[in-house]
């Protein structure tokens, strides 16, 4: 006897010694069982596929916003660095550092409930510490103009190394790709 013949005498009923009513009851018992499954079963994965969509679109909009964060204080950073405005100008651009830099130190709290491993760790750290440069570099550019920027730009540099670590690893916990190829891009920026 061939397979397909076999495969098809299986569901037949003339081949069987097994009463019709009672065929019949066991394939209405395993749709019963087929639907229990289903609707028990179902919810629990579609509970998992919401909770995984919510997780993501919580990560792509932290990484959003401290892109957007990011770039706010690089913008101002650029005000406070020109050595030829005026001095309530140097204020104001100063004030506005301050407003970022202290929100973007919120954010690192709020990284540290996030990750919980060592390396998002030092990582966190690595990004305080470069606000923290930043803070020391407008506190004195907001009385004078600096004349040598060089330590200006090893803060800004640090700092945008930093942010590109957190926003790859807020990537991968959303499940999002990110590619070498943007990676190299961030490290062609800020020159390292």
Same mark, same amino acid.
Request: proline share 2%.
């Given at each position: ?33 087929? &639907? ?14 919401? *909770?995984?969509?919510? /997780? ?9 916003? =401290? ?12 005000? =406070? ?5 005026? *001095?309530?100008? /140097? /204020? ?5 550092? *301050? ?9 690192? %709290? ?5 990750? $919980?491993?060592? /390396?998002?760790?030092? $990582? ?21 103009? =600096? ?8 803060? &800004? ?20 790709? %990110?590619?070498?190829? *943007? ?10």
């Amino acid at each position: 006897m061939s397979f397909w013949k076999t495969i098809k005498g299986a569901f037949t009923y003339a081949n069987t010694n097994i009463p019709v009513g009672i065929q019949i009851a066991m394939q209405v018992l395993a749709f019963a069982a087929t &639907v229990i499954a289903t609707i028990s079963i179902a919810p629990s994965i579609n509970e998992d596929f919401e *909770k995984q969509k919510r /997780r993501s679109e919580f990560y792509v909009k932290t990484i959003e916003s =401290l892109s957007n964060d990011t770039k706010d204080l690089l913008a101002e950073i650029t005000v =406070l660095r020109r050595t030829d405005i005026i *001095k309530d100008e /140097r /204020r104001e651009a100063y004030i506005e550092i *301050k407003k970022s830099a202290t929100k973007l130190h919120w954010r690192s %709290v709020e990284f540290a409930l996030i990750f $919980d491993d060592k /390396r998002a760790s030092d $990582d966190i750290k690595k990004y305080q510490k470069s606000l923290e440069e930043i803070s020391l570099w407008s506190d004195a550019a907001s009385r004078q103009p =600096l004349v040598d920027q060089k330590q200006m730009d090893e803060a &800004v540099v640090n700092f945008g190394l930093a942010s590109a670590q957190l926003m790859h690893r807020l990537a991968r916990e959303a499940d999002v790709s %990110v590619t070498s190829a *943007k990676s190299s891009i961030l490290t062609n920026i800020f020159g390292r």
